[in-house]
């Protein structure tokens, strides 16, 4: 058995992916996302890399090393109400209208936090706190413009797949293509069930 | 350039931490947070959790400043099938909150403890003793 630190499948190593896609550049990308003033959508499909890509973006902009850093903030929503509303509460504290926020799920919050997010809320939480650039990652259209429109294919799957384990037999990479076809496209899916192959 | 120095890394619960900590020509201004922490490792959610601190604020641009901390008596180190949990001394740089990481065991004989696989077909098979009567 391999030690749950040592799964070339766990959270910590997939989460530490770089986003990938044929003709992708991330440098084209930021220049672009700083043209639509740091307002934007990643859209997809499940298990397409669309937290994958925020996370990228959240390092990118923490790296002090980096001439276009900025202060950020990455919110993944929560799926329970309780702790989504205690959430919000802290993040209305933590933000200034300079940060980026960075939000991971953004159809789970009510139509009310989104409002306020786009910067349509109240006049008084508009204007004292929360960031005036946000970027969100969502399945469906939103009311912001799409920055990415994230898909997967396999041989993307397959580079990943080795990213994460050179060693992989081909057995593993086989199975690996099934299961991208029977869960239709999402990477994320595939290397959940590859964990516990190992 | 920073680095945490330690004597060894295998601690047992209650033995006391202590290394040293080295910066070469940093910037004014920078401050590092020495800290004590654990985290998980392996299949879903991540946990971490910060259990002590000390806060170091360089005044020259070379130096060194030793730390100390107790190893706490609970969570030890372990590993798995589907979670690892790490301890960790972290030299986090303020402002910028990168980190520099150095991977402890505590745990009795300061040796990780390892779960065995589940064994699917003896699962819930046999009361575990002292739980089911």
Redesign the interface.
């Known amino acids: 058995?391999i030690?749950?630190?040592d799964?070339p499948?766990?959270?910590?190593r997939v989460e530490s992916l770089k986003y990938r896609y044929p003709g992708f550049d991330f440098d084209d990308a930021v220049a672009r996302l700083e043209q639509m003033q740091w307002r934007a959508a990643i859209l997809g499909p499940h298990g397409t890399g669309k937290t994958t890509l925020l996370l990228e973006l959240h390092r990118y902009l923490?790296?002090?090393n980096n001439d276009r850093s900025k202060p950020s903030r990455i919110w993944f929503v929560p799926r329970d109400r309780s702790s989504r509303n205690q959430q919000w509460l802290e993040l209305l504290e933590e933000c200034s209208p300079q940060t980026i926020l960075l939000v991971d799920g953004y159809e789970r919050l009510s139509w009310s936090k989104r409002l306020q997010l786009l910067g349509l809320g109240p006049t008084w939480i508009r204007q004292s706190c929360l960031p005036k650039s946000i970027v969100v990652t969502t399945h469906r259209p939103v009311g912001l413009p799409v920055w990415i429109h994230t898909t997967s294919n396999s041989t993307t799957m397959e580079e990943l797949l080795l990213e994460l384990h050179p060693t992989a037999s081909p057995e593993t990479i086989d199975q690996a293509r099934k299961l991208f076809t029977t869960r239709r496209g999402n990477i994320r899916d595939v290397f959940?069930k590859l964990?516990?192959s190992c | 350039m920073i680095e945490v120095q330690l004597s060894k890394l295998n601690y047992q619960p209650g033995e006391t931490i202590e290394g040293k900590f080295v910066w070469k020509q940093i910037g004014k201004g920078i401050r590092f947070d020495i800290r004590l922490i654990w985290f998980t490792e392996g299949k879903g959610t991540r946990d971490h959790q910060t259990i002590q601190k000390q806060l170091i604020e360089p005044i020259e641009v070379d130096g060194s400043k030793s730390f100390r901390f107790v190893a706490p008596t609970w969570p030890h180190s372990f590993s798995g099938q589907f979670i690892s949990l790490r301890w960790a001394i972290e030299a986090v740089e303020l402002p910028s909150e990168e980190a520099t990481t150095v991977i402890l065991v505590i745990a009795p004989e300061g040796q990780e403890i390892v779960l065995p696989r589940i064994d699917e077909s003896a699962k819930f098979t046999k009361p575990i003793e002292g739980l089911l009567r």
């Not at chain 1, 499948?9 to 910590?12: G, L, R, T």
């Open positions: 058995m030690p749950a630190r799964n499948f766990a959270s910590h923490q790296n002090s959940w964990y516990d």
